[in-house]
């Protein structure tokens, strides 16, 4: 499997193309290290974002008027600030101010590293859009058909997990697909903490090695790639979801 | 009647003329002009402890301050230090608008096509690593595995991380790598030494951090004077070698706190019992 490398080694030495993330190992484990932790950020905050998109939802239109303003309140603070000054804030600033445990040596060890602060900036910044975007579908849902459920004795919950939840779903899908897919392309932010992901390792190669074109070019199309698998795996879920006769 | 036009061309030519000539000569004849001016001009840091800062009253004052003012002494003349920064200390010197330059530069090839510096190189930056003293420790081969804050784009993160098997975790800049030293974020900071030094004389970080470790990947640092400024580069090259002859370099550093390097230590082993 030596070909790959010594077809892009020749290309370096013919054009001045370098793309040395192809032909040189240690480069190629960092790229691939990159990728295996930015799939991770994108997988946990996609999930937990929708699990916060969802569960806020169902609180902002709930009888208590403490959630609501709660849920309100978490909805204006993170769709208001830019998500780069949330990490830095989630890192810098709320790191310093938890409590730490300690090594053996005394030495101050964080409660949260840096990998787990990003997901959760991250997670409760899309779920704030999320919440919105729910808000949306549930909205949608006509009213006479949450007072059917109502009268065939469903709880708020079950009525809301049974009725309401899967034709919003369905209502909103589209705005939620474009907001997960800014959600995959937002986890480059991650790279301001030092969360090895492909922005991180990608500039590492390139103050190096200087190829800064190459590998500018290697990491759109790394992007475009997954941004295009994210968007399949949308709307198969959209077509699975269909009800026959409920929309076009 | 003279024509009044005649009159000022003639007059805005030959003012050209003169300060043209003016600056030819402050480049030119370098030392000449100094002797003549009365005055030394060196530009140096004035925000690089302990190399170049500024005390108090406002005055910069550090290694390199002391430096220019014992070379001002050799010539007879007074000193007068300009404050520079990376960014514009070449091009001062190539104006004119210093004679000399002792601001932590770099040796590096590109440079020397553009100024005239002067060898023996006077100083030595390394590259080390500030660690608290509590992790106890003593050997690079025991940073293996461990995470190390960086700043990103150092032409030695690699070279650190492949040789010692350290992690390297790289920041934007060289604020946000001392944050995440301090929350423990990661083990230590690998920086230029001559930066670490400096910060290792703050109350903040003299108190829990040091450099126990010795300083590897050197990169030397060189004097320099504009181009074709053979009087002055000859004078400075001998005064360089007696710096290193009498360990004046050597007690520089312990005057300003930082431990002697490797470096200094060698040229004036080199030069203490040399003739010329």
Known sequence: MDAVPNWFRGLYETTGYNFTVFYDPYDWDRYVNGLKTTLLLAVTTILASIVIGAVGALLQGGPSRFLRGLVNGFVVVFCNTP????????????GTLLPATQT???????????????????????????????RSGIEAVPRTTVEAAESLGYTRLKAYLYVVLPLALRVCLP????????????????????????????????????????????????????????VWLMHRWERALRIPGYSR | MRK???????????????????SLATAADGLEAIKQRGTLIVGVKADYRPFGFRDPSGAIIGLEPDL????????????????????????????????????????????????????????????????????????????????????SGAWYNKDVARTYGAEIVAFDGSEKPLFALKQGNCLGYVY?????????????????????????????W?????????????????????????????????????????????MHEKYKNATN
């Open chain 2, 68 to 151: 220019a003012a014992d070379v001002a002494k050799r010539l007879g003349v007074k000193l007068e230090l300009v404050p520079v920064v990376s960014s514009n200390r070449i091009e001062f010197l190539q104006q004119g608008k210093v004679d000399l330059l002792i601001a932590t530069l770099s040796d590096k090839p590109e440079r020397r096509r553009v100024v005239q510096a002067i060898d023996p190189q006077y100083y030595s930056d390394f590259v080390n690593v500030m660690l608290p003293k509590k992790a106890g420790i003593t050997d690079w081969a025991q940073l293996k595995g461990k995470p190390l804050c960086a700043t």
């Open chain 1, 175 to 230: 705005a939620l697909n474009n907001n997960l897919i800014n959600l995959l392309k937002t986890t480059t932010l991650a790279y301001a903490i030092a969360v090895p992901e492909t922005l991180y390792a990608v500039k590492q190669i390139w103050s190096e090695s200087q190829n800064v074109l190459e590998m500018m070019i290697v990491l759109l199309a790394t992007y475009a790639v997954l941004v295009g698998v994210l």
């Open chain 1, 83 to 94: 998500p780069l000054v949330q990490i830095f804030f989630f890192y810098f600033g709320l």
């Open chain 2, 192 to 220: 230029d030494q001559s930066m670490l030094q400096g910060k290792l004389l703050d109350a903040d970080w003299k108190a829990d951090y040091g450099l126990p470790l010795k300083g590897i990947l050197d990169a030397p």
């Open chain 2, 4 to 22: 009044p036009t005649s009159t000022f061309l003639g007059a805005g030519l030959l003012a050209a003329a003169t300060v043209l000539s003016a």
């Open chain 1, 104 to 134: 053996a040596d005394g030495l101050r060890v964080p409660l949260l590293d840096n990998v787990q602060w990003a997901i959760v900036a991250l997670a409760l910044f899309a779920g704030a859009f999320n919440v919105e975007i729910f």
């Open chain 2, 222 to 266: 060189m004097m320099a004077v504009a181009l074709g400024n053979g009087a002055l580069q000859g004078l400075l090259e001998t005064t360089t070698k007696e710096w290193m002859k009498s360990g004046f370099i050597v007690e520089e550093e312990k005057k300003w706190g930082i431990e002697p390097t490797e470096y200094s230590k060698a």
